[in-house]
């Protein structure tokens, strides 16, 4: 069986979601900023449920489906990397966007401190968390069969995982990404998806079965 741990239907997969999603913020601070950076659709999706005046900046879009989202719910994308791994982006943004005044709209929990790194060529990136995520809890039921291939999209959905199951030596992993990969345990078989997509993901996990 193909687990997919994300609320996403995708067909000839098992959806297990491993992440709750809660707003934690009621307002955006918009008054020092003219730029927008998103690094998941669900932070687009958080701010348009707290303030729809987000859609009247420009957007920087860390994945394709973080652009899809933006686009879809009335927003301007400027600005979408085809490789966005934290060093690799932050180098982007210093490049390209020196001299925006830019506010990075995120979760309570990142994989990559950007303002940090930014930070040290000079380049001043406000934030504002305004979504947190838990995880979903699961009886041991649950856990997949023997000889599972298993989706990965975050270091959250990892860190959610292990919370509720043990890793079986059967299992074969598949990454969304090279940042998801640093949070897999060393003794865990996997492989990378070709793109940072779920549906690279689930073509890269039928490969693996056919």
Same mark, same amino acid.
């Given at each position: 069986m193909i687990y997919l741990l994300s609320p996403l239907i995708k067909e000839g997969t098992y959806s297990l979601p491993m992440i709750n999603f809660l707003l934690v913020?009621?307002?955006?601070d918009f008054s020092d900023c003219d730029t927008l950076i998103f690094t998941s659709k669900q932070a687009v999706v958080s701010a348009d449920k707290i303030d729809?005046?987000?859609?009247?900046?420009?957007?920087?879009a860390i994945g394709s489906a973080? /652009?899809? $989202?933006?686009? !879809?719910?009335?927003?301007e994308v400027?600005? *979408? @990397?085809?490789?966005?791994?934290?060093?690799a982006l932050a180098e982007d943004i210093k490049s390209l966007f020196s001299d925006k005044r830019l506010l990075y709209l995120r979760p309570k929990e990142v994989?990559?401190?950007s303002r940090a790194y930014l930070a040290k060529s000079g380049i001043k990136l406000e934030e504002q968390i305004i979504y947190e995520t838990s995880c979903v809890k699961?009886?041991? /039921?649950? $856990?997949?069969? !023997?000889?599972?291939?298993?989706?990965?999209? *975050? @270091?959250?959905?990892?860190?959610?995982?292990?919370k509720?199951?043990?890793?079986?030596?059967?299992?074969?992993?598949?990454?969304?990404?090279?940042?998801?990969?640093?949070?897999?345990?060393?003794?865990?078989?996997?492989?990378?998806?070709d793109e940072p997509l779920i549906d690279a993901c689930v073509e890269k996990a039928r490969e693996l079965i056919t």
């Open positions: 913020a009621s307002s955006i729809k005046r987000w859609k009247k900046f420009p957007c920087i973080t /652009k899809s $989202k933006i686009e !879809e719910l009335g927003g400027i600005y *979408s @990397p085809k490789k966005f791994y934290g060093e994989s990559f401190d699961y009886a041991l /039921k649950d $856990k997949p069969k !023997e000889n599972s291939i298993i989706i990965f999209t *975050s @270091p959250s959905t990892i860190k959610c995982f292990f509720n199951f043990e890793w079986h030596e059967s299992y074969m992993a598949v990454l969304i990404g090279h940042a998801t990969k640093e949070h897999l345990p060393y003794y865990c078989n996997y492989v990378v998806a």
